[in-house]
C-alpha cells in the first residue's frame, strides 16, 4: 500500500528566503505526482505536476523535482513572500485505472514579512 | 478550465438528520468522481470511488450505507451523510476525472460539514 510521507508538518520563514519541502512515497510505481496548495478552509490547487518520465517541473518561482528511485520528491519555492502561506500537499496517482490521488498530510508554510 | 462545482460549501446540522453534498463538473463529463474526507491537521483520505451509472467503490473502512454515493449523470454525483453524528464533522472534498486514467483530476472547493 502508498504511504506518503512529507517533511516538516509545518515551516516558519521570513520574507524572501528560499525554501524546500519534502515528499517521500514507498512504492516508486506511480503515475505521477502532483504538487497542491490549500488555503484553511478552501478546496485544492495545482501548482506542478510531474509525470514519472520526468525529472523536474517549473512554474515562476516553484520547482519540483522527482526522484523515483529514491521515492522522493522535492518541492522549492524561490524568494517566500507572505502569500505563500498555505498547506502544500503531495500526492501520488499509481497505475492501475481508475484509482484516486493519494495523499500526504501535508507541510503548513507561514512566510513572515 | 474545468471547473468542478461542490455545493454547499458549508453546512450545519443536527445529529440524526441526514446532510446531501453536490459535486457538478460544469464544463466537462466527469466518467469519474472521487470523494475524499479530511479531518483538521490530516491528509485527504479517499472515501469512496464512483463511476458513472454505476456503483460506488468504497475504502475499507468507510459505511456504504451511511455516506451514500450517487452519480446518475455525467456532470453530478452527490454524497449523503445520513444519520450524521458529531464525528462524521469534517471537511468533505469531490474530485472529477474525464475520460482516461492519466486525465487531469479536477477538485471542488470542499464543503465544511458541523454536526451538532
Known amino acids: 500500500k502508498q504511504e506518503v510521507t512529507q517533511i516538516p508538518a509545518a515551516l516558519s520563514v521570513p520574507e524572501g528566503e528560499n525554501l524546500v519541502l519534502n515528499c517521500s512515497f514507498t512504492d516508486s510505481a506511480i503515475y505521477n505526482l502532483q504538487w497542491f496548495r490549500q488555503d484553511p478552509g478552501k478546496g485544492l490547487t495545482s501548482l506542478l505536476l510531474i509525470q514519472s518520465s520526468q525529472r523536474e517541473q517549473t512554474s515562476g518561482r516553484l520547482n519540483a523535482s522527482l526522484d523515483k528511485s529514491s521515492g522522493r520528491s522535492t518541492l522549492y519555492i524561490a524568494a517566500s513572500q507572505p502569500g505563500d502561506s498555505a498547506t502544500y500537499l503531495c500526492a501520488l496517482l499509481g497505475y492501475i485505472a481508475g484509482t484516486a490521488l493519494i495523499f500526504g498530510k501535508g507541510t503548513t508554510l507561514s512566510v513572515s514579512s | 478550465g474545468a471547473v468542478v462545482s461542490q455545493h454547499p460549501s458549508w453546512v450545519i446540522c443536527k445529529s440524526g438528520t441526514s446532510v446531501k453534498i453536490e459535486c457538478r463538473s460544469l464544463d466537462f463529463q466527469a466518467t469519474t468522481m472521487f470523494w475524499y474526507r479530511q479531518f483538521p491537521k490530516q491528509s485527504l483520505m479517499l472515501m469512496a470511488t464512483?463511476?458513472?451509472?454505476?456503483?460506488?467503490?468504497?475504502e475499507q473502512g468507510v459505511e456504504k450505507d451511511k455516506f451514500l454515493i450517487n452519480h446518475a449523470s455525467l456532470t453530478l454525483s452527490t454524497l449523503t451523510v445520513t444519520s450524521a453524528h458529531p464525528e462524521d464533522s469534517s471537511f468533505y472534498i469531490c474530485?472529477?476525472?474525464?475520460?482516461?486514467?492519466?486525465?487531469?483530476?479536477?477538485f471542488g472547493n470542499g464543503t465544511r460539514l458541523t454536526v451538532t
Open positions: 464512483s463511476n458513472e451509472g454505476s456503483k460506488a467503490t468504497y
Open positions: 474530485s472529477a476525472r474525464s475520460g482516461t486514467h492519466n486525465s487531469p483530476l479536477h
